[in-house]
């Protein structure tokens, strides 16, 4: 589409975008539960997501494409804060099985966004996908390799080893997320994630929020309503799949509670943030001169605390 094309273009990566896109491998992604076919490109630039229906339908029919390719367009120009982890591509691919001796042939399709890589050059350690719930978020193989820790897996070590964060840093990411999921609620977008790296060498985190094209549709909103009965069990926590605004909510306290603020320089400029939240009319920060182009992550937060 033409409109990718624009993007990647703003972002100075067209060319390589398709020589990285030449190659890819598989790989699975720890943590998720979708089942979805997931690659890499081989110099690790980009991930390779396959789409649900809905997601597609979500992303084509539902609004949610179009608005994305304006959202980013204004934030990208004017350097406004944003940690939506970039897609930079949509594409379908249609194949043929056959069965040996069989004269039929049954034509399936396959739909995938390619996006940004949150590590690309980075030595990351620990890994995690936080969604501010407290429900079936718990990864009991938290000592593997590669494992993705998860939202209660970060809760239980929080006393003894916290996310430490300098408040010039911490502001910028609030001002971002305050955007983010204002403009996702708006759209009717739920069960995002904040996907956050630790890079102990340099004491850096990596962060990006993904899986942000799904809308709460009726089958989502039948899942809420069945698991808040109880029926399933859950503790009487609440479920992960909520109404968007409540989404939003839950997600903007959760963060700010992850990633503890500790003194530092503020080195951005108290001018630096303009974003208003709707239901606030306090200002919380907004645009200024950073440039979410410099690194392939939209956001690196550094801390001269140790970090984990």
């Not at 490109?41 to 649900?52: A, G």
């Not at 609440?238 to 909510?249: E, H, L």
Request: proline content about 5%.
């Amino acid at each position: 589409a033409s409109q990718f094309e624009d993007l990647r273009a703003l972002c100075n990566v067209q060319n390589l975008f398709i020589s990285s896109m030449c190659r890819c491998r598989k790989f699975a992604c720890k943590g998720g539960k979708s089942n979805a076919y997931f690659a890499k490109t081989f110099d690790e630039r980009y991930l390779v997501k396959q789409l649900s229906k809905s997601e597609v339908t979500s992303f084509l029919e539902g609004g949610v494409g179009p608005a994305y390719f304006r959202y980013m367009w204004s934030n990208l120009q004017k350097g406004s804060p944003t940690c939506l982890a970039k897609i930079l591509g949509m594409f379908s691919v249609h194949m043929k099985h056959t069965r040996t001796g069989h004269p039929a042939a049954r034509e399936f399709r396959i739909d995938f966004i390619v996006m940004e890589n949150l590590f690309y050059g980075r030595n990351i350690s620990t890994k995690y996908d936080l969604k501010g719930s407290r429900r079936s978020r718990y990864n009991a193989a938290a000592a593997t390799k590669d494992a993705v820790l998860l939202d209660e897996n970060l809760l239980e070590t929080m006393p003894e080893s916290p996310i430490l964060v300098e408040e010039g840093p911490k502001q910028h990411l609030e001002a971002a997320l305050l955007n983010d999921t204002e403009f996702l609620a708006a759209l009717g977008v739920m069960d995002y994630s904040l996907l956050v790296g630790v890079e102990e060498e340099r004491s850096e985190l990596a962060v990006g929020i993904i899986d942000y094209v799904r809308q709460y549709t009726w089958d989502k909103q039948l899942e809420t309503y069945v698991k808040s009965s109880g029926v399933l069990g859950g503790g009487n926590k609440q479920p992960t799949i909520v109404s968007p605004k409540v989404y939003k909510k839950r997600f903007r306290r959760a963060m700010v509670h992850y990633l503890v603020t500790v003194p530092g320089p503020v080195t951005l400029p108290a001018t630096f943030f303009q974003a208003q939240d709707p239901e606030n009319d306090s200002p919380q920060g907004g645009r200024g001169s950073h440039d979410p182009l410099d690194s392939p992550s939209n956001f690196v937060l550094a801390s001269k605390e140790e970090l984990v």
